[in-house]
């Protein structure tokens, strides 16, 4: 226990009154925001560099218990030619797996220049002892993983023992080494955006490079208001620190319309300066073959069909 | 003259403003005749400066008459009714002088003490009956409560004290301030009501009553640019057009309805003219 | 970096057929007019769309007595529940037609397509939807068991929302038992007549709604026609003084729905970004011509620079241009004369010694267009702290606590909304029972709904419309 746990940043008492001293949100007006952003009308050249931008911030995502080194091989050469039939489209921006299967991935990848993302902390209740979760971690990362998903403590969090919280990314943080972090809130649980400003916050003061929605095992995942609320925290935070922080909406974006939707959110609320797979991704595993398949219309003319695009 | 019997000390009937007892500040006063035609007293002859005081002081009691508890107001207003039925004897005879039979005069006052009791009753009622949630499509608590206008000036009906009642009691129930011109024939009860008001706990301000000449007075109540509404009962038809025109430059609300006497329930029409609806929304969301 | 600008994405105007010229909408049918035509303008382009016919006294007299004639032998007599169903078919009829409507008033008006589209044209069908519901039970209303109508409507309608306010006015009338003679404004007459024509549809009698169009000398004649039983009116203050003196002393009814120049209090406390989002859509909405916007916003001296920085910040995303493109935030001036009454007001506001600053934008080069303006440093004052400049700019000033705060924000002879940011519940309320204004929005602004009764305090008018409340302007109570 002793060598694992890293002292708070700040004092417990600090840290609270830091967070809880933050702007609320009301949830109408940001819901309200949020789908206004939404009736944005993306048309083509802006709809054409839209999809390509959001291929290539996918982070291609596989996390089921029947994962199996086959599945993980199939999805990384989809990550890297994810339309076989056109050289134009990007690759994606990482493949997400299980901690086990990182090396398959990792090997499977090698010479794309995608890299391998990896959840750990006991993803996704994060009911683990830390040692257990550190242990996830270093092993994710002696694979080769170059990013981490790591899950936030929601009990610790939803107690108001957020000095716990803080302790735990920033012990990750350190076993991540090189590897970048990325801090699974897993907002669905955490239910009130004012809960998903301060764990923003918390995250990106405890050292996360990117802040991310959810697990995509609990519903509701991602959403536009809570990641309307992300990219304000991100934007606020760079404003106040210089530190630039990324953000991951994931689970349950499967259309192109929703991707675009994402992509004006980040535009008009973060910036431009965000809209790189450097600082936003999407976590998605059937959006790919959406935006595959709207990419082909654009080209072509005509609508196209699913049995044209593989299924991995 | 013989020396037994006692000279009576007699009343001046002044104005009543800002819950005092001044003079007009113009010096000027004009006889007050009984039903036989003979002299009863000299009644305070306002002035536009009388006016202008008077709406000052209005002004200055309403956002303290306003923010009282509804239940306050209305223990007040029940105040008032205690106090003229202390005093009925004496309004019944001032009635009589002024030209009453001693029925009439009774039952006038009895009515007027009653009317004060009605409106009492309604001050925390108002905003039930006047007001309501609204079903609104969208995720917003919005409610709509029904609030006093602000310095209504008043131009009373002839009748010397059911009508002046009938015309207060709805406007201050609400919150209102109020500034009327007290009946120009038979004004001396209400200057002796102005003594009941002044020991009923109503704050001072909440009702200025000026006697003297309607036709002097109405005008400047109808184009003061700081009076939010008028109530035009007392003037005459043929009169209305000139004063509702000047109401007209701030916008004021005008009503004018013959005042319902004799009835047990006068209606909530009265009460309504002089309120403001006010809408507010809230969103709802965790 | 442009990484990702947004496209050009025109709504298309193939969805509306604009005649070359219109009449007067009388008795059911179109009619010429006896007054000179005028033509009425697209503020996006300054081009002519269409020749609009202008009543003359006779013409009037025409509108009033067919209006008299159904009032009497058809709309009066009918029962609650009838007029139901004529209401809710007019309600339907909006619905299927919503899209031509919107880009309707998009192109005759200058309101961004988004704004007609997501907020008119739903709420003018809600507004009928809503009425149609109360007709056959106004007895339960509070104002009697059976209220009477008044008669004749005369309703003169401003430009800003053509259509909405027409619906404002028309729907609680029928709903009443009333008969209507409707003036809209001479700058945007276009939707009234395409609502005559839903009238038409639904196979409204004869009479029931008359459209009359021409400018102030036309709408000086109806409201002043001895052959009226109600007068209501919407626009400008000083033409409601002149209204309320047309009818003093006579016994027609009169409602106002006029100016404003509306606090919109933001305490140190709100939900910040909420709060911005609040202040942009309260002054910006509708190009900021919007009796009831947040033209005065009062900002807690505490969070003054972080929320007028962030403010700014928001107002350099918007999106000013072609009023039919999807993505247009901000539209453009409904006239001439209009653009030059905000550039007038704006100019004293630089010279009185506010600051003044719009975000960088590109304004089309023909049409009438006021880029988005925020002046801070403004002092009470000002003109543009007290003149309803009835455009695209805000007004900064600050506070220190909330006795201030409410102060300044009922300091004005107007007293049609407010706004109150704060996420402390009993400030909110304690603020929001003190500020003279008959709407007041908390954490939200610029809401409307036809169940939420809306009108003003003080200057801003007499009355109200929607909900219960506003049905006491048309029944005889």
Redesign the interface.
Known sequence: MSTETVPPGRGAAGLRAFLHGLPGVDRVGADERAARLATRSIKTTAKAQAIDLAIAMVDLTTLEGADTPGKVRALCAKAARPDPEDRSVPPVAAVCVYSDLVGVAVEALDGTGIGVASVATAFPSGRAPLAAKLADVRAAVAAGAAEIDMVIDRGAFLAGDYATVDAEIRAVREACGDAHLKVILETGELVTYDNVRRASWLAMDAGADFIKTSTGKVSPAATLPVTLVMLEAVRDYRAATGRTVGVKPAGGIRTTKDALKYLVLVNETAGPDWLTPDLFRLGASSLLNDLLMQRRKLTTGVYSGPDHFTLD | MTSDQRVDVRKTYKLFIGGAFPRSESGRSYPVTGAEGGFLANAARASRKDVRDAVVAARKAFPGWSARTPYNRGQILYRIAEMLEGRRAQFVAELRDAGLGKGAAGAEVDAAVDRWVWYAGWADKLAAVAGNANPVAGPFFTFSTPEPTGVVGSVAPDGPLLDLVSALAPVIVSGNTAVVVASEPAPLPAITFAEVLATSDLPGGVVNLLTGRRAELAPWLAGHMDVNALDLTGVAETDVKPLAEAAAGNLKRVFRDPVRADAEDPGTARMQAFLEIKTVWHPVGV | ?????????PESRDVVDIRPSYGLFVDGAFTDGGGEPFKTVEPATGEALAEVASADAADVDRAVAAARRAYETVWGPMSGRDRAKYLFRIARILQERSRELAVLESIDNGKPI?ESR?VDLPLVA?HFFYHAGWADKLGHA?FGADPRPLGVAAQVIPWNFPLLMLAWKIAPALACGNTVVLKPAETTPLTALAFADVCRQADLPPGVVNIITGAGETGRLLVAHDGVDKVAFTGS?DV???I??TV??TRRRLT?E?GGKAANIVFD??????AV??VVNGIFFNQGHVCCAGSRLLVQETVADEFLERLKARMA?LRVGDPLD??TDVGAINSAAQLARIADLAEAGEREGAERWSPPCDLPGRGYWFAPTLFTGVAQSHRIAREEIFGPVLSALTFRTPQEAVEKANNT?YGLSAGVWS?KGSR?LWV?ERL?????????FN?F?P?????G???S??G?EG???GLEAYLD?
């Open positions: 970096m442009d990484l990702f600008a947004y496209a050009p994405a988004r997501d809600a509070g203050t409601g003084r002149e309320a003196r003093a002393g106002l006029l406390d709100a939900p910040l970004d909420q989002e609040g995303t999807k993505n002879p996420e909110t929001a003279r204004a008959g709407v007041v929005w908390a954490n939200t809401k709904d169940a939420a009764p809306f009108g305090y003080k200057e008018g007499h109200r909900g219960r409340h109570i």
